[in-house]
């Protein structure tokens, strides 16, 4: 099985920055797409980043593509997310997510069967 711990958040000021850690264990780490949603009160999940499983090929929803940046580290089993230029409305919990999903696709929350319990990003 897969476990994601996320890491990272908590509160800053707008411009502010932030990085975001998640680190796996488990079965096929390497295999797998990672993705980086975040889900504000009320509102659905959505996919921000995501990143392939060689960490050659990102994607990048509208709302944070040139300030947020995803990367992996194979040999520690973690993925980031380093988000530049916070807002507040780049304020929710935030999830990373693993499974064989297609780039194209890496957005999409149906594309994904392992999730971490998420870390709390406030931007004021």
């Known amino acids: 099985d897969v476990q994601l711990v996320e890491s990272g958040g908590g509160s800053v000021q707008a411009g502010g920055s932030l990085r975001l850690s998640c680190e796996v264990s488990?079965?096929?780490?390497?295999?797998?797409?990672m993705g980086w949603f975040r889900q504000a009160p009320g509102q659905e999940r959505e996919g921000i980043a995501a990143?392939?499983?060689?960490?050659?090929?990102?994607l990048y929803d509208a709302s944070v593509r040139g300030r947020f940046t995803i990367s992996r580290d194979r040999a520690k089993n973690k993925v980031y997310l380093q988000m530049n230029g916070l807002q507040p409305e780049d304020s929710g919990m935030y999830y990373c997510a693993a499974d064989r999903a297609t780039i194209g696709d890496a957005l999409k929350v149906w594309q994904y069967y392992y999730w971490g319990q998420g870390t709390q990003v406030t931007v004021s």
């Open positions: 990143i392939d499983y060689a960490g050659t090929d990102m």
């Open positions: 488990g079965y096929s780490y390497s295999s797998y797409c």
